[in-house]
């Protein structure tokens, strides 16, 4: 019989060394997106941070930003005004190495606000460096599941991380009942990319409904006054993009196979379904809508009186929609998964506690494989696996919700 105080070397050793090799790889990981975002803004054509900034000097010096010939850009004129700051540096390197550097460190303030702010709100609020005390391998091990959406938000300077950001600070403030700060957030993201606004969803569970108004008040604000106090002719280059520029990113579905993993893009692809712009549009609500009905009709029965984990996986259902909701493709469209799979790491986490054994546990097995098939499907993008994939978080998530051990909150 062994003394109460010994420690089998080897099984402390094998853990020990699964968790420090998931924390150092995640902390290299870091470090290479850092410096693949300032290599790429360097290169002769440039990333998507390269073509928001040309963007924002045509739009301020009165030209068409969406003519603009080195990466078309494809949004709304509220994120060419928001990122004029970027735009007083000059082109020299080193001045073009702090221009990436900075808007590098924003999205990863963006990703950090966003996993801590999860956390204060499954478990209890907590300052950061307690975050990165007592949940270091949890946050290596989420960077790890996010790692190629990751590399390539950072590779090509996109905007995802922010976006996401804006949504969770929206539902964080929305549970310290700060209505117009929530839909200041919103608005703003949505202001970016319009697929944020499906969050909106989510005030049918707190029924804080005067949300609705500050929102659209503020989107409108966001979208058309303020580009046109700067610009008059904004609404004219706004008739431009819906002309030229739209037709070009609803009409991709067929060109790009399962490469674009939306639910309307792979049904296109299989019945070779030319969509009219306005009509894809319309498809796409209808879809949104059949894909929130049921998160509601569950959440409303559990919502109220909930703890913070039940209502993290209300705001993890919904996000989980939006890449089956809207036209994607790129690898770092899947950051949108970054809430659901913090919500997935956080069951992990309460199923060990709770001494059920993680295997055995048919709802952790199921996220386990939907996560094997997403990663594979990204080295095998002609296929549609990862459309399975996002389709089984989705239905994972409803399950969740559905589930009566959804009261059962970890212990930090």
């Not at 900075?102 to 907590?126: E, M, Q």
């Not at 091990?141 to 976006?163: A, D, K, S």
């Not at 996986?313 to 994607?328: D, H, R």
């Not at 098939?373 to 549609?384: A, D, E, I, R, S």
Request: glycine residues 6%; hydrophobic residues 50%.
């Amino acid at each position: 019989m062994l003394p109460p105080a010994y420690i089998d070397p080897m099984k402390f050793t094998r853990t020990d060394f699964v968790k420090y090799l998931v924390i150092l790889f995640s902390g290299i990981s870091v470090a290479l997106f850092f410096w693949q975002s300032i290599r790429n803004f360097h290169y002769p054509n440039g990333n998507d941070l390269q073509s928001y900034i040309n963007a924002s000097k045509l739009f301020f010096n009165g030209e068409n930003p969406f003519t603009g010939t080195l990466r078309r850009y494809i949004y709304p004129l509220f994120l060419a005004v928001a990122i004029y700051p970027l735009t007083l540096f000059k082109t020299v390197y080193v001045q073009k190495t702090i221009t990436a550097g900075l808007w590098s460190l924003l999205s990863y303030f963006a990703f950090f606000s966003t996993v801590f702010g999860c956390w204060n709100l499954i478990y209890d609020k907590r300052p950061f460096w307690y975050w990165f005390r007592q949940n270091l391998f949890p946050l290596a091990l989420i960077i790890i599941l996010i790692h190629p959406f990751m590399q390539m938000e950072f590779i090509n300077g996109q905007v995802n991380l922010i976006t996401v950001a804006l949504m969770a600070g929206f539902y964080f403030m929305l549970q310290k009942n700060q209505r117009f700060p929530a839909a200041l957030l919103l608005a703003a993201a949505a202001s970016i990319k319009i697929a944020p606004g499906l969050c909106l969803i989510l005030l049918l569970m707190t029924r804080q409904y005067r949300v609705f108004v500050y929102f659209f008040v503020l989107l409108l604000l966001f979208v058309f006054g303020l580009p046109y106090l700067i610009n008059t002719q904004s609404i004219e280059y706004y008739r431009y993009f819906l002309n030229e520029v739209v037709p070009i990113i609803t009409g991709n579905d067929i060109h790009n196979g399962f490469e674009n993993f939306s639910i309307i893009s792979t049904l296109s692809y299989l019945f070779d379904v030319h969509w009219h712009p306005l009509a894809k549009i319309s498809a796409i609500c209808m879809l949104a809508v059949g894909l929130t009905v049921p998160i509601i009709v569950i959440a409303r029965k559990f919502y109220e009186g909930s703890n913070g984990f039940y209502r993290q996986t209300c705001l993890a259902a919904v996000i989980s929609t939006l890449p089956l909701t809207f036209p994607m493709s790129e690898s770092h469209h899947l950051l949108t998964l970054l809430i659901p799979i913090i919500t997935i790491v956080a069951y992990w986490q309460k199923v060990l506690i709770s001494g059920v054994g993680f295997l055995k546990d048919r709802l952790s097995f199921w996220f386990i494989i939907c996560l094997a098939v997403l990663h594979t499907g990204q080295g095998l993008t002609p296929t549609p696996l990862r459309f399975f994939a996002l389709v089984g978080i989705y239905i994972g998530l409803l399950i969740l919700l559905k589930s009566k051990n959804n009261t059962f909150v970890a212990k930090i």
